[in-house]
């Protein structure tokens, strides 16, 4: 819902706060990685085996990103300036927070930013 051009926090907290335990939770497994007595099969399998390891490591790393991504911005909603850009102080749009409620640039900034 937006309220004088801004978005209303409330609109958007309640899938910030879901995110944040479906990650919380999936810290809580650990990575599982092969033993040196369990490695089945030729030397293939056994590197697949290390590279699934390596890219769970690697999204989980992600994911810890997206995880401080959220915390700040449930600091946002908090803090009454949710939805608006830290880059030009604009309204991020709906539909960019519809996509990444975390999102704390408008469209414009971050790919300012990027480039």
């Not at 590197?47 to 390596?54: C, P, T, Y």
């Not at 449930?74 to 803090?79: N, T």
Request: aromatic content about 4%; some cysteine.
């Amino acid at each position: 819902m937006i309220a004088g051009g801004r978005v209303l926090p409330t609109d958007f907290e309640n899938q910030l706060l879901a995110k944040r335990n479906r990650l919380l939770a999936e810290f809580q497994r650990p990575i599982q990685l092969p033993a040196a007595g369990d490695r089945k099969g030729d030397l293939c399998d056994q590197s697949a085996g290390s590279v699934e390891a390596h890219i769970e490591a690697r999204l989980k790393a992600n994911d810890r990103n997206t995880l401080m991504a959220i915390e700040a911005a449930l600091e946002r909603c908090r803090k009454g300036v949710y939805g608006i850009c830290r880059g030009c102080g604009s309204p991020i749009s709906p539909a960019r927070l519809a996509a990444v409620p975390w999102a704390a640039r408008c469209i414009t900034c971050t790919e300012k930013q990027s480039n």
